[in-house]
């Protein structure tokens, strides 16, 4: 159209105020069409992720509630004996690893950016199983835990967590 109305006002078949004019109600005419495709853009978007979030909630647990005993209280010695970790199978992230907390204690565990801090709280936490070795709580496997009760018994505190929020 630009182009078009261009030839025309070099040809002074119309004005460049007309050509100006015609681009411009052009734009507020289409303006509304674009807006509706982009808002069902999102609501597609939307509807595909909640569809996912729903779908993750309604997975069934690996675990049920009598197929592990379920303690009364975790004590909180933890140990990791020779665990072997990776994300794919061809590459080893975590190799021999041995670690002992003892109940009460308390440890920070400091390093790089991907040097494996959240990976081995993911571990413990089991939203990862191990490839080799194992995992102790109070000198009992974790694997024998049921995985509802570990996780509601582990607090977990990652770095950009906000602990307490200030209403000004």
């Known amino acids: 159209m630009v182009l078009f109305g261009c030839i025309l006002a070099l040809n002074n078949k119309i004005s ?10 052009t734009n507020i005419f289409t303006k509304p069409f674009n807006e509706i495709t982009a ?19 309604n997975e069934a647990s690996n675990e049920t ?8 209280h ?16 061809n590459k080893d992230f975590i190799r021999n690893l041995n ?8 440890i920070a565990i400091v390093g790089q950016t991907g040097s494996g801090k ?3 709280i993911n571990l413990l936490m089991r939203f990862y199983d ?21 996780r ?3 607090g977990m505190v990652l770095q950009d967590t906000k602990l307490f929020v200030r209403n000004s």
Do not use: P
């Open 118 to 120: 959240t990976t081995i």
């Open 39 to 57: 808002l069902i853009s999102d609501l597609l978007a939307g509807t595909s992720s909640i569809n996912r979030i729903f779908a993750f909630f």
């Open 99 to 106: 670690l002992t907390v003892s109940s009460k204690e308390s």
């Open 74 to 89: 975790i004590l909180g010695k933890v140990e990791f004996k020779n665990v072997e970790f990776s994300y794919s199978n």
């Open 130 to 150: 191990i490839k080799s070795g194992e995992i102790l709580i109070d000198d009992k496997n974790i694997l024998d835990y049921n995985i509802d009760f570990l």
């Open 152 to 154: 509601q018994n582990i």
């Open 16 to 25: 460049i105020g007309n050509v100006s004019t015609f681009l411009i109600y």
């Open 65 to 72: 509630i009598n197929d592990k005993n379920i303690q009364d």
